[in-house]
Structures are given as structure tokens and as C-alpha cells.
């Protein structure tokens, strides 16, 4: 009776061993799923908060925006998109509009931006753009200005200064505005 005594308080404890590992392995593999699903949601979507004011009136200062990081991967840029753009000379990223593809060219004229000839018909920007010599976009970037179109608002690739975008620089594009909620407003097909 002694030696059967002594072995149920050992099978107790194996029951315990095993439920206590069998519970560290599922926490373990729960935290291993929970990792993984943050580094994938982390690297295709993402909030950005707005600084300044070069997108006004599509974004303002201070505005969150949703930015789908996986779309870079998924389409190519188009006229009209929203773009976050690394800056790597200045350390920063930057929120502006595509207006011009690589092979493009782009001019302005009476605050007009037109693009192979072609007026873009835009419905969000302010003020008026400043007349802009004929460029053509080079292979492989874009041409991209802030929806802010008074004289010295927006740094874009109206200024020799700032040039053309990579498109390998793009961090995504933004689809809407969360803080307020608005969609972001494309100009009509050119």
C-alpha cells in the first residue's frame, strides 16, 4: 500500500510537469504567431502623421493618414497617387502627389500642370503654381508635387533643388485620412 501511495503523488507531478510545459509551449507558440503577424502588419500598412503644410487642402498638419506599404510591391505608381517618400539625403519622409511617370513630360503653364500635352484636371489644391520649363521624367522616377501650390509652401520636384523622386523611394501610399476621416482625392484621368 506504501508503494502505491508513493506513486500517485509522482503521477501528480508528471500530470503537473507536463500541463505546465504543455502550457509554456502554447504561449510560446502564441507569442511566435502574435511576433510574426505584427512584423507582417508593421511592413504592408501603417499611420503616418502629416507635418506641415505642402498637402494642403487634401491633408493638413497634424492629420493621420493610412498608408498601405504593400502596394508598392503590388502596382505601379500612378498619376494622381499619394505617396510617402524617403528622402535620404535629408534623413525624412515627405507626403506628396504624383503628377508626372518616368518617360512623362511635365510643364506648367498659367498655373497649369499638363502632362504629354494634357491639362491635369485637379479638384484638391491651392493657390496657383509658378510657370515650369518642359521636363521629361527619367526612367525609374517620378515627378511629384504637393497639392499646395503657393510659391514656396511645398519643397517638390518643381525646385531644381529637389528633382525627381526614385521610385524605389516610395514607402506607400496613402489611402485615406483616419484623423479626420476623408478620402484622398485623385485628379481625373488626363
Do not use: C
Amino acid at each position: 500500500m506504501n508503494a502505491s501511495k508513493v506513486e500517485e503523488p509522482k503521477t501528480l507531478d508528471d500530470k503537473n510537469a507536463k500541463t505546465f510545459s504543455q502550457s509554456l509551449i502554447e504561449w510560446m507558440k502564441f507569442f511566435l504567431i502574435l511576433s510574426v503577424l505584427l512584423v507582417i502588419l508593421l511592413n504592408t500598412v501603417g499611420l503616418t502623421k502629416v507635418r506641415g503644410f505642402s498637402m494642403y487642402p487634401t491633408l493638413n498638419d497634424g492629420d493621420i493618414v493610412f498608408v498601405n506599404k504593400l502596394a508598392r510591391f503590388t502596382h505601379d505608381p500612378e498619376l494622381g497617387d499619394v505617396a510617402i517618400m524617403k528622402l535620404k539625403e535629408e534623413g525624412f519622409d515627405v507626403v506628396k502627389r504624383i503628377i508626372g511617370l518616368p518617360g512623362d513630360t511635365v510643364f506648367i503653364k498659367n498655373g497649369i500642370i499638363y502632362v504629354n500635352n494634357q491639362p491635369v484636371p485637379e479638384i484638391s489644391t491651392n493657390g496657383t503654381s509658378e510657370d515650369m520649363e518642359k521636363i521629361k521624367v527619367p526612367k525609374n522616377n517620378l515627378f511629384v508635387v504637393g497639392d499646395n501650390r503657393e510659391p514656396g509652401i511645398s519643397f517638390d520636384s518643381r525646385s531644381k533643388d529637389f528633382g525627381f523622386i526614385p521610385i524605389e523611394d516610395i514607402k506607400g501610399y496613402v489611402l485615406i485620412s483616419i484623423l479626420p476621416i476623408h478620402k484622398i482625392a485623385k485628379p481625373l484621368k488626363v
